[in-house]
């Protein structure tokens, strides 16, 4: 397998060459103006950057943020970059004259979390990404689900706290996305903070507070950081609940900026996920952590490109 990976994000782009699962060589720039127009010169730029004049046959793979027809490459609503029906395949093509391919950004993700990371060998897989948001996607009996719009897999936006939990950027209250992500962490410690007066957490710059500087603090034992840190996985453990109830994966993959806790947050979600799961055997589905990091989009993407589809199957 040999293939250009493209991951687009609101502010970045990386191309990059793929081969077996393995990032060759890459390309990376900051967006800064978001106009369709721009984006797709800068995209094309990017994977111009990365091949070094040399197309030898190769297909590109983009993720994208927001929905997109999969038959066209029109991104048909980017939240991100408030963008609709916008042609990026078409465009694309346009540009460089290769066979190009566009899919969901967490979609990709998942392709390639599943085909070379913690998803090889399963049938059934689900990879959540949890940064700022929560992305990922659903592999069932070996195919990654699609959806009747290209929508399914937006993991994020179930409700775990419907009543008593935060507003999302969705429209809902106590989505996933809302409580189990970077951001939802930050939300717990503001939540939590009028217990704590004399917290260190919030004594310097509490306006740059982050989710990296919570978990640090939690995992050194302060008191602030871990009761908002036991509140997260709380609401954490619900999701993943509920996704092995909808899905009843092998594996679930969790990726992301506050999965680098590792064995630290997998050592208090694990035990919270078993006394929660009900409808189907306990101890069937594994928590790890992802392993192909912030690369998983583009090697996704790459991966769709070289089979010609996002949910084909591998060419022997």
């Not at 059934?124 to 070996?142: D, K, P, R, S």
């Not at 500087?213 to 709380?234: C, F, M, P």
């Not at 109830?245 to 078993?274: Q, W």
Request: charged share 20%; glycine share 14%.
């Amino acid at each position: 397998m040999r293939a250009i990976g493209v991951d687009l994000g609101g502010s970045h782009v990386m191309a990059a060459v793929v081969e077996d699962g393995a990032i060759k060589s890459r390309a990376e720039n900051d967006i800064v103006d978001r106009t369709f127009d721009v984006v797709a010169k800068m995209v094309a730029a990017t994977i111009r950057e990365v091949l070094g004049g040399k197309k030898d046959g190769l297909a590109i793979g983009v993720g994208s943020p927001g929905n997109v027809d999969l038959a066209t490459g029109v991104i048909r609503y980017s939240p991100n970059f408030g963008w609709h029906d916008a042609p990026l395949g078409a465009k694309l093509r346009e540009h460089l004259d290769m066979p190009v391919f566009v899919a969901n950004d967490a979609r990709c993700a998942t392709l390639g979390e599943h085909t070379y990371g913690g998803g090889r060998g399963t049938a059934n897989f689900v990879l959540l990404t949890l940064g700022t948001g929560i992305g990922g996607g659903i592999v069932a009996e070996g195919t990654l689900l699609i959806g009747n719009s290209a929508g399914a897999g937006e993991i994020g936006h179930h409700q775990v706290r419907a009543t008593d939990g935060f507003y999302c950027n969705c429209g809902k209250i106590g989505c996933f996305e809302a409580q189990a992500s970077g951001t939802g962490l930050l939300r717990h410690a503001l939540a939590v903070a009028p217990s704590f007066p004399r917290s260190e957490l919030l004594a310097d710059k509490p306006q740059k507070l982050g989710s990296k500087a919570i978990r640090r603090a939690a995992e050194s034992g302060d008191g602030h950081a871990l009761a908002a840190w036991n509140r997260y996985i709380d609401d954490l453990a619900r999701g993943l609940a509920n996704i092995i109830a909808f899905v009843n994966p092998e594996v679930i993959a969790l990726g992301g900026g506050v999965s680098s806790a590792g064995d630290f947050m997998l050592r208090a979600v694990r035990p919270k996920v078993e006394e929660l799961t009900t409808m189907v055997p306990r101890g069937q589905t594994r928590i790890v952590a992802a392993e192909l990091g912030n690369d998983a989009g583009a090697i996704g993407a790459a991966v769709m490109a070289d089979r010609g589809s996002l949910t084909a199957a591998a060419r022997s």
